[in-house]
Structures are given as structure tokens and as C-alpha cells.
């Protein structure tokens, strides 16, 4: 309950109840409480994977084994897994090549979706979303199905290319999404006061337009090379016998995976955490104080 006390001057002061000062505390705080508990329940993984890089284990790496734990040798070679290292070689390559082509065309594409008008422009927006609301088990299946029905007459095996070529597939459409929203959030003003100012259509685009557009590229060309080097589902129907990092995880599993893994897994996360915060740092730098 709440207390209304009369003190000498006549005036009255409300008192809230120890329950209702409670839910008011709450209340004002409920979005950091929320944002504090779902901030742990994501990184609760992330945590995991660090700290069993430090497990002494003998046959898996699935419980802790106190004796002689923790320890810095799979920090000190992490290739000490058979046929780790190949396998991350092999996901950084594929995530480097589909990202630079899956990053060139879809930022053409939506450059033609948002500044162009044509025939087909609207169908052309739907569709850049059916990669990405396909499920992936489907996805790969056609794939597969197309890589081996389809290319088989021409030599393309299941392997490495084919690989890249899922991947850029998939990969253009969250291209093609993340540069559209920075094009559209530009102001068109300032091109046309470049114009103004008699810059013809190249200089006007390569020292306004690409510029301001250049950060919604590197993000999108940062998001496709994510998804590339953690996909395991499309890669797992077109790889044949080729082994990406994603896959030699998977198929460690089954014998307990590797410490190394989680020694590569945890620096790949560190890794982007720092291109993110970096990313950060300098596009607060940049802006005028």
C-alpha cells in the first residue's frame, strides 16, 4: 500500500509501497535487464568454445578433464588436428572468391534495382529474396541436382567450384539487400549538387556516390564472407570429397570434436569482433564534431 504522511507546513508527500518502488525500479530498467540477459544467452556458446581451447582432453573434447587442464598447447599449434588446417584453408579461400564476385554483382544489381526503371523491376526485387527465404535444405538439393544432371557434360565435378558457386549464389541476395538500403537512405541532393557544380556522371559517381555507398559495400561484402565460411548445409550437398572447416567440424563431432577447432572458431569470432569495433571506431572519427 501507499502512505500519505501530513508533516507541520500542512502540505502532504506520497509515499510509494516497498512493491510498487519495486516494479517502478523494474520498470526504468527493463530494457538493459533484457538486453544483459539475451547479450548471455548468446555469447554463453562463444564462452564454451574458449574455454574447452584450454581442455587437456585425451579422447573428446566434450567434458572438461581436469588433470593437466588448463592448457596453451592447442593454442600453440592449431593445426594439430589432421586435416584442420587444410579445411580452413580451403573455407577462406572459397569465402574470398565467392565474396568478391557474389559482393561485384550484387552491388551492380542494386544499383539497376534502385536508380533504373525497366521492364521487370519489380519481379526482379522478389526474386532477390527467394535465396534467402528458400530453406537451405532445399537449396542444396537442387543444387546438387543441377551441378550433377546439368554440368556433369562439361567436366565440373562436385569439389571446390562448385562449392563457390553456391555460395555466390546465395550470397548476392543479402548483397543486393544491405547495398539497396544504403542507396536508398542517400540523399539525392548531394549528387545534384555535384552536377551543379559541372561533374560529369563518372565524377559525380566516384567522388560522391560510391563513396557514400562504399560502407553498405564493405558490410555486405563482410556479411557475405560470414555466411560463406559458416555454411554447412548447401556445402555438405555440392562438395563431393572436398572438406570445408564448417564440414571437418561436423564430421569431427561424431569422435569428439578437436580443442583446434575451437582454437580456429574463437579466433575467427575475435577476428570479426575487432573488424567490427575497428569499423566502428573510424566511422566515429570521421564524423564532424
Request: with cysteine.
Amino acid at each position: 500500500m501507499s502512505t500519505v504522511s501530513t508533516r507541520g507546513t500542512g502540505s502532504t508527500v506520497y509515499r510509494p509501497s516497498m512493491a510498487r518502488r519495486i516494479q517502478a525500479w523494474f520498470a526504468n530498467r527493463f530494457a538493459m535487464i533484457t538486453a544483459v540477459l539475451v547479450l548471455v544467452y548468446l555469447f554463453v556458446p562463444v564462452a564454451y568454445t574458449f574455454a574447452f581451447s584450454f581442455n587437456n582432453y585425451r579422447k573428446t573434447n566434450i567434458t572438461w578433464n581436469s588433470e593437466g587442464s588448463p592448457t596453451l598447447k592447442h593454442w600453440k599449434d592449431p593445426c594439430g588436428a589432421p586435416g584442420i588446417c587444410e579445411a580452413l584453408v580451403n573455407s577462406i579461400q572459397i569465402g574470398a572468391i565467392a565474396t568478391l564476385v557474389a559482393t561485384i554483382l550484387g552491388t551492380l544489381l542494386a544499383f539497376a534495382l534502385v536508380r533504373y526503371k525497366f521492364i521487370g523491376r519489380g519481379a526482379g526485387n522478389i526474386m532477390t529474396f527467394i535465396p534467402m527465404a528458400t530453406p537451405e535444405i532445399v537449396l542444396g538439393a537442387s543444387l546438387l541436382t543441377i551441378f550433377v544432371q546439368g554440368f556433369s557434360n562439361v567436366g565440373l565435378k562436385l569439389g571446390f567450384w562448385t562449392i563457390v558457386i553456391a555460395h555466390i549464389m546465395f550470397c548476392i541476395s543479402f548483397v543486393v539487400v544491405t547495398v539497396k538500403a544504403r542507396l536508398q537512405s542517400l540523399d539525392p541532393r548531394l549528387e545534384e549538387a555535384a552536377q551543379d557544380l559541372y561533374a560529369g556522371p563518372g565524377a559525380t559517381f566516384w567522388r560522391v556516390t560510391f563513396p557514400l555507398v562504399l560502407p553498405g559495400i564493405v558490410g555486405a561484402a563482410m556479411l557475405s564472407f560470414s555466411l560463406s565460411f559458416d555454411d554447412f548445409i548447401i556445402t555438405n550437398f555440392v562438395s563431393g570429397s572436398e572438406t570445408t572447416f564448417p564440414k571437418f567440424v561436423y564430421v569431427s563431432y561424431l569422435r569428439g570434436i578437436p580443442a583446434q577447432a575451437n582454437v580456429i572458431g574463437f579466433s575467427m569470432f575475435a577476428i570479426a569482433v575487432a573488424l567490427v569495433i575497428g569499423g566502428q571506431l573510424i566511422g566515429n572519427a570521421r564524423k564532424p564534431k
